[in-house]
């Protein structure tokens, strides 16, 4: 994929918005499906919300769903036939929400290549910065040689920082738990 939006490079990175993003898939392999992306926007300056989105897709191939992904996420297939949107909409949804941000996710390589799979699926760009933060890394150091943290799960750093997860394995609230977590980590 050729980059033709260079503006993207030129913006000091102080100036970007922060993107807390989480997705949902029907499997953790590359084949699989995106399901749903859920994204906050934040202020880098005073780290306040700007905005959330939640975008739910319709897969193609249900048929090859990992049944135990759709289990966890508490897929519903009726509820996102009514909410659900192609893979085209889904994406440049998306990529208008995260334009000129930098992405910020809890295990972000699994939603990086997610996100990247679909834009590419759809033969668009990104349209965000190409580096990101992870809150996972940013754990590690911190606790990475305490007992305060086992797995890091996005579900053990929310209890652990008192962060109730509406749905734990819906990608706003995840989303959602993902910023909070980043501003206790910020704050220690």
Partial sequence: MIVKNYKLFEIPMRERDLVFVDTETTGIFLDKELLEIGAVRVNSKTLEVIATTDIKIKPSKLESADPEALRVIGFDEEEWNKEGISLMEGMRKFLDFAREGMLVGHNLAF??????????????????????????????????????????????????????????????????????????????
């Fill in 111 to 188: 939603d990086w290549m997610h996100i990247q799979n679909g834009i590419e699926t759809c033969d668009l760009e990104p349209t965000y910065f190409y580096k990101g933060l992870d809150i996972f890394s940013m754990a590690w150091l911190k606790f990475g040689k305490t007992k305060h943290l086992e797995k890091m799960s996005l579900k053990e750093m929310a209890e652990f920082f008192d962060i109730k997860i509406e749905r734990h394995h819906r990608a706003i609230d995840d989303a959602l738990a993902t910023y909070h977590i980043y501003m206790e980590l910020v704050s220690l």
